[in-house]
Nanobody, 122 residues
Framework: QVQLVESGGGLVQAGGSVRLSCAAS????????VGWFRQAPGKEREFVAS????????WYADSVKGRFTISRDNAKSTVYFEMNSLKPEDTAVYYC???????????????WGQGTQVTVSS
C-alpha cells in the first residue's frame, strides 16, 4: 500500500504560481511512477502530467506544456508540481496518483491522494 497526501493548493490570481506537493508513505516510493490529474466542477478527471520512477521521462498535457513542471525527490518520497502562468481554466481539484508505469490513463494508477483545490481568479 502507498498513501499519498497532496498539499500546496489555494487561491491565486491569474498569471500567478503555485507549487503542489505529493508526499508518499508506505512502500518504496521509487517503485512507482506518479501522475497528476485534475477535475474541474462538472467535468471529467483529466491527465495533467506524469513522471517516471527515476525522473528519466516526463509527460505533459498540451494545455499545460511550458507552464507546469513535474519533478520528484525519491529521497523525500515526494513529487512536486510547479504551476506557473496560471489561468482561470486551471481551476480544479488536483490529484496525485502512483502506479507501476507512467501513463495518461487514470486506470493505470493504483493509489490516489485525496486531492487539493487550486482556484485561479481572473
Amino acid at each position: 500500500q502507498v498513501q499519498l497526501v497532496e498539499s500546496g493548493g489555494g487561491l491565486v490570481q491569474a498569471g500567478g504560481s503555485v507549487r503542489l506537493s505529493c508526499a508518499a508513505s508506505g512502500r518504496t516510493f521509487d517503485n512507482y511512477a506518479v501522475g497528476w490529474f485534475r477535475q474541474a466542477p462538472g467535468k471529467e478527471r483529466e491527465f495533467v502530467a506524469s513522471i517516471s520512477r527515476y525522473s528519466v521521462a516526463k509527460w505533459y498535457a498540451d494545455s499545460v506544456k511550458g507552464r507546469f513542471t513535474i519533478s520528484r525527490d525519491n529521497a523525500k518520497s515526494t513529487v512536486y508540481f510547479e504551476m506557473n502562468s496560471l489561468k482561470p481554466e486551471d481551476t480544479a481539484v488536483y490529484y496525485c496518483a502512483a502506479g507501476a508505469v507512467a501513463s495518461s490513463d487514470a486506470k493505470a494508477y493504483d493509489y490516489w491522494g485525496q486531492g487539493t483545490q487550486v482556484t485561479v481568479s481572473s
